[in-house]
């Protein structure tokens, strides 16, 4: 009878165990992330413009490192640093929003800088997430 | 008389481009509820724009840009496995149906019905909904609104079948034993300025 207890608690255990890792695992990040592509920010959006579909099967869901110049920098909802990087088009850029916990930096319009993000997609912008500062 | 046209022509540009708001930046909260814990996702990078000359609102947001805040979810969801490319993207196209009423020079909250369709996946609805709005001072508007989406019976078993086709036959489980929730809470909230292009 010992046993069937002893073996009902170490399941009960195990499972509350499982679950405590489940619900503190830390959300995903790409910091240490092997990087997919290279690219300037004016290239990929070009390359979103002429056929978004076709740019989605190649950077869709990618670690991509991307260059440009800051052409304007906000905040999110989330407190979180949003650059938005010039692509000599006039609506859109390529936007990155820093990830969670990002060093509180100054940046400046017109300053060179180079990022990483995980490549959302395009709405007005192309959308880069979790971004992390390389360069700048 | 050319430069009356101009001044003219200045004063129209300026005043239809000041009927319209946009943000790059607003923020999507999607909730279901299970029995075992409500699954809740943000979106920080969503666009939407508001028209005060016609009421034509629209906001859009890529699914990729979600967050999950639960890290193990988070995890799965971002990696390469799940493919969502078919439908990219959350959006929403309405028009305040009471924007003849809306005040740009009152600092109260004030209520916009609107009108539309919301696109999550393959799911189409026509909603309509209470936006409440507050003009801040420089021409800044605070949007506030709740949604709420009800999965159809045949969506639902789609969900079954692609948990079935994902998972090893061993395991049988599906939406009613993990109980889920059949309704989605989409909360959004937009701090908008004047669109300037």
């Given at each position: 009878m010992k046993k069937i207890i002893r073996f009902i608690l170490g399941i009960v255990l195990l499972v509350l165990i499982a679950y405590l890792v489940v619900i503190t695992l830390p959300k995903a990040k790409i910091d240490n992330a092997e990087v997919d592509y290279v690219i300037g920010a004016t290239e990929l959006y070009e390359q979103y413009e002429a056929d978004e579909q076709k740019a989605n099967a190649s950077y869709l869901g990618k670690i991509i490192e991307v260059q440009g110049k800051i052409q304007m920098i906000e905040e999110d909802q989330a407190g979180a640093t949003v650059i938005i990087l010039n692509c000599d088009d006039g609506f859109g850029g390529v936007m990155c929003t820093l990830a969670e916990g990002s060093k509180a930096r100054l940046f400046e319009v017109n300053q060179d800088i180079t990022i990483i993000g995980l490549c959302t997609g395009k709405l007005m912008d192309v959308v880069l997430n979790k971004c992390v500062v390389v360069y700048g | 008389m050319r430069i009356s046209l101009f001044i003219l022509f200045f004063h129209l540009t300026f005043t239809l481009c000041a009927q319209e708001f946009y943000t790059r930046t607003a923020?999507?909260?999607?909730?279901?509820?299970?029995?075992?814990?409500?699954?809740?996702?943000?979106?920080?990078?969503?666009?939407?724009?508001?028209?005060?000359?016609?009421?034509?609102?629209?906001?859009?947001?890529?699914?990729?840009?979600?967050?999950?805040?639960?890290?193990?979810?988070?995890?799965?969801?971002?990696?390469?496995?799940?493919?969502?490319?078919?439908?990219p993207s959350i959006l929403f196209e309405g028009k305040a149906i009471n924007i003849d009423e809306f005040d740009l020079n009152s600092s109260k909250t004030q209520t916009l019905r609107v009108k539309g369709n919301l696109f999550i996946w393959d799911e189409k609805r026509v909603t309509e909904v209470d936006v409440n709005v507050i003009v801040r001072p420089g021409n800044i508007l605070d949007v506030v609104s709740a949604f709420n989406m009800r999965i159809e019976e045949q969506s639902v078993d789609k969900l079954n079948q692609l948990m079935r086709d994902r998972l090893p036959k061993s395991i049988n489980i599906n939406t009613?034993?993990?109980?889920?929730?059949?309704?989605?809470?989409?909360d959004v909230k937009m701090k908008m300025g004047l669109k300037n292009w």
């Open positions: - | 923020h999507v909260h999607v909730k279901s509820d299970n029995r075992i814990k409500s699954i809740e996702a943000d979106n920080y990078q969503v666009i939407a724009f508001l028209s005060l000359e016609s009421g034509d609102i629209r906001f859009e947001g890529l699914l990729r840009s979600f967050e999950f805040r639960l890290g193990a979810l988070d995890r799965v969801y971002n990696s390469r496995n799940i493919d969502i490319s078919e439908y009613s034993k993990l109980g889920v929730s059949r309704d989605i809470e989409v």
